[in-house]
């Protein structure tokens, strides 16, 4: 089966730097992909790591070790706008018609 | 990036009744096209993947009987909830694989109510 699990809520205080963890054990593996999604709304992509390591674009960060089948979402100089749900989701397969099976998504509340 | 409309934005009808939501690439081609529903404060589940011109591929649980799904075109890809209860209210949302080809683009949702 497939199985991405991640921390429920989490709480951050404006200007920090928070990490949201995601593990995962899926069929197969061809890259893993950050999702932000504010209440209401479709979720826009954040990040795509298919190989070990960081990936940096601003204030966002994503780390992936294949390995452990574990990824990180790191988000520095923290802004109040960031408060959203922050999903993980894995492309177990390659191609087009590749589909995306997604973690239970971690509520981020962030505070003044 | 690609964009992806899906209409309409929010639908409320009445228990026994059949909801159809459009999804549409407006900038891209689609082969493929996801369908994913969405309960308050819980992730995105896949419900299916729609293929243009062939039959669409259920994921386990989902009634495909009730969930009916047409691919007839490359860019329009439609979702009709067949005798609606208020159990599949929810929120909808659709995708589609556009340019560069790792990023799945979605659609703004569509809110269903069943009254």
């Known amino acids: 089966g497939q199985n991405i699990d991640q921390p429920t809520e989490m709480t951050a205080t404006e200007g920090a730097i928070v990490q949201i963890n995601c593990t995962y054990q899926?069929?197969?593996?061809?890259?893993l992909f950050w999702y932000q999604q504010h209440a209401g709304e479709a979720p826009t992509f954040l990040s795509y790591?298919?190989?070990?390591g960081l990936e940096e674009k601003g204030r966002f960060s994503s780390f992936l070790s294949r390995s452990k089948g574990y990824s990180y979402l790191l988000l520095k100089e923290l802004q109040m706008k960031d408060s959203a749900s922050y999903l993980c989701?894995?492309?177990?397969?390659?191609?087009?018609?590749?589909?995306?099976?997604f973690g239970t998504g971690t509520l981020l509340a962030v505070q003044p | 990036g690609a964009v992806v409309s899906q209409h309409p934005s929010w639908v409320i009808c009445k228990s026994g009744t059949s909801v159809k939501i459009e999804c549409r690439s407006l900038?891209?081609?689609?082969?493929?096209m996801f369908w994913y529903r969405q309960f308050p404060k819980q992730s995105l589940m896949l419900m299916a993947t729609?293929?243009?011109?062939?039959?669409?591929?259920?994921e386990q649980g989902v009634e495909k009987d009730k969930f009916l799904i047409n691919h007839a075109s490359l860019t329009l890809s439609t979702l009709t909830v067949t005798s609606a209860h208020p159990e599949d209210s929810s929120f909808y949302i659709c995708?589609?694989?556009?340019?560069?080809?790792?990023?799945?683009?979605f659609g703004p949702g569509t809110r269903l109510t069943v009254t």
């Open positions: 995708s589609g694989w556009g340019l560069p080809e790792y990023e799945q683009y």
């Open positions: 729609s293929n243009e011109g062939s039959k669409a591929t259920y």
């Open positions: 989701a894995v492309a177990p397969y390659g191609g087009a018609t590749n589909k995306l099976i």
């Open positions: 790591n298919v190989l070990d």
């Open positions: 899926t069929s197969g593996f061809n890259g």
């Open positions: 900038d891209f081609q689609a082969t493929t």
